[in-house]
């Protein structure tokens, strides 16, 4: 079971930026194309960016809500707990929830910074990207020191510009980046493409592990008609994804010591998969152009971590993933959130599970991956 | 374990069909039109249909042979062995492997006929896809008794068309349907459509399951830079998408006795993805139009049935899933296959479920599903 002096750290949850966040810190002459709040129709607020109105999504800011008033229309802030884009509430209602750390992914930029690649401007989107860098360093985290693993963003259409960020912000105490799950699905190089290695080595050298949430390489292709639940409960094919595409890649052979966390996206479907492309590798390596030598499964430990919420499959084969591989992840102020009884499920979900592994899970795997370690 | 008096029922197989399938069916006047097998380049058999050249694919023949020389280039007739296309042959083949009973999927079709669906002449399409069946109910199955569930295609861009195929193959001793995973994924109204009703009524009124074989609804969207072996180690995301889709759909409301077989794509993956589904219906039914009483994984039983051919995550979580919803599959003679050693590698997998269990996973479930009893 879980016990009591674990200090639980999650590894996906939710920044919604306040109105000023790109104001504050760009210049004066950005103030008309830099991302800002505008007053919209029927009293919703919209964030305005060059010319493009982008409406913020209501189910990004449920937390607290019941789920018979959950819906996709947009949110004003007076709507929204202040936990949503206040850091000091957010860590009073991590103490509500049980949570003693958050990883916080970009809202409005997001998940992996893809609303600045296209952008018109890509000066500016890139003076926004370390923006947001800044804010979530010098003003997020900084508000509470110990409590929010720092994740930045990159500014990834342009390789060596990402490098050159990677070293800025690991100077500044960044601990994790923000990358998509799929670059090809979002127009860009693939992971086999060789494209970005100088932004992988970056990373590997600054020991800041790739974080890749589900959703920020694409929505799951579901019918135009169908439900939007359809998506939402397949977005985890998108981390499955990007497992067998990074397992079947150079990019481990070639980084060794680079680190993936999937973020969001449940743990369960990992024994399945992790047996499957093992049973694809014996077959079919030797006229497919990939590795010949090391088995998938062995290439995911220590190379891909994963995150549940909730996950009684994952939990009870927790051994065919792999102890060390499996993180917990709150998601505030997100629709999947067990807020305000986060601990308390999870302790549930832990209650058969031995002490060590308990926590390894809650604590131990995300502080040593992100090296985010206890202060004395 | 595996009991010895079980028959091993496989509900996913290939036939390759041979030169003169169309040819021996169809009117003379089709001769120059209809699928028929041309000499290519290299010493090359291609088939040739209207005006395209589409080639056989090496993988989907190589039962018997060394992975070391497995390969998508298309082969010849005389480098396969015989039970690819020879019915008196497969059941001989059949014997060695352990395999009482297959279910044989097509391949020049596609698994569900859409290399049909692209055809100019719509009315030869439907002549092509009544000769398949015509073949597959009198000529392979015929030759062997018992030991073939007899399963057809359906010219799917008119449902009249397929409804009225439906009642004739029913009425000439047909026991499955092969139907695409992803209507939408092949450019198709969805399943949340309304437009597929009269054929699925037809369908459950014949007590005919459809079965939808991974890959029928499109290849995982893997980068063009990949090697294919990501995209088969990914196929089972559409069986997952098929899940959801179906369950989050009017189907299984308004057709309770329809029943939908998964052809190849494991079960391993069932336990996540049932509770994952769960889990958004538990928090997103309210507003997104899906139906509020039933929970997903209810309707799943007794709905949906998947097989394996290994899958250790699957069996170890059977319980999950539910064990009248496992079958197994020897996918002769595709690349995935353990010929000739499917029933020894079956017995192995389910050493240590019970007999009872082992029993309705390697025969009795299929033969209750199919309507494919023992004959005494």
């Known amino acids: 079971m879980l016990p009591d002096d674990v200090q639980v750290v999650s590894v996906d949850d939710h920044v ?3 109105a000023r966040v790109w104001l504050d810190r760009l210049p004066a002459r950005d103030a008309d194309a830099a991302p800002r709040v505008v007053e919209g129709e029927g009293g919703r607020q919209m964030w305005k960016y060059e ?19 959950f819906g996709v229309e947009p949110v004003r802030f007076d709507e929204m707990l202040p936990g949503c884009y206040d850091p000091v509430a957010r860590v009073k209602d991590m103490d509500v929830d049980g949570v003693h750390a958050q990883m916080c992914f970009p809202s409005f930029p997001g998940f992996a910074g893809s609303t600045f690649l296209a952008a018109q401007d890509r000066a500016l989107a890139g003076a926004c990207v370390r923006a947001w860098n800044d804010f979530i360093l010098d003003e997020w985290c900084a508000a509470a020191p110990g409590r929010f693993i720092p994740m930045v963003i990159l500014p990834f259409w342009d390789v060596d510009a990402s490098v050159a960020e990677i070293q800025r912000v690991a100077a500044k105490g960044a601990k994790a ?9 979002i127009g860009l190089p693939s992971y086999h493409s060789g494209h970005w290695d100088p932004m992988l080595a970056a990373a590997q050298d600054a020991e ?4 890749l949430h589900f959703g920020s390489g694409g929505v799951p292709a579901f019918a135009p008609d169908a439900p939007f639940a359809v998506a939402i409960a397949l977005f985890a094919t998108n981390a499955q994804f990007a497992t067998v595409d990074l397992l079947l890649s150079p990019v481990f052979h070639a980084f060794p010591r680079l680190r993936v966390a999937l973020s969001e996206g449940g743990i369960g479907w990992m024994p399945y998969v992790l047996e499957r492309i093992d049973y694809v590798w014996e077959r079919h390596r030797w006229y497919t152009g990939i590795n010949t030598e090391v088995r998938p499964s062995d290439l995911f430990a220590g190379h891909i971590f994963g995150c549940f919420i909730e996950d009684a499959a994952g939990l009870a084969l927790r051994d065919l993933i792999g102890v060390r591989s499996i ?7 997100h629709s999947d959130s067990n807020f305000p009884a986060s601990r308390e499920k999870l302790a549930g979900a832990l209650a058969s599970v031995p002490d060590d592994d308990a926590r390894r899970i809650a604590e131990d795997n995300a502080r040593e991956l992100f090296r985010f370690f206890r202060t004395p």
């Open 51 to 69: 010319d493009r109105l982008l409406p913020t999504i209501g189910l990004n800011a449920v937390a607290g809500k019941d789920p018979r008033d």
């Open 16 to 18: 919604i930026e306040h």
């Open 208 to 211: 800041l592990p790739l974080c």
């Open 177 to 185: 980046i923000s990358f998509t799950e799929s670059p090809h699905g």
């Open 327 to 333: 993180m917990f992840e709150s998601d505030y102020p």
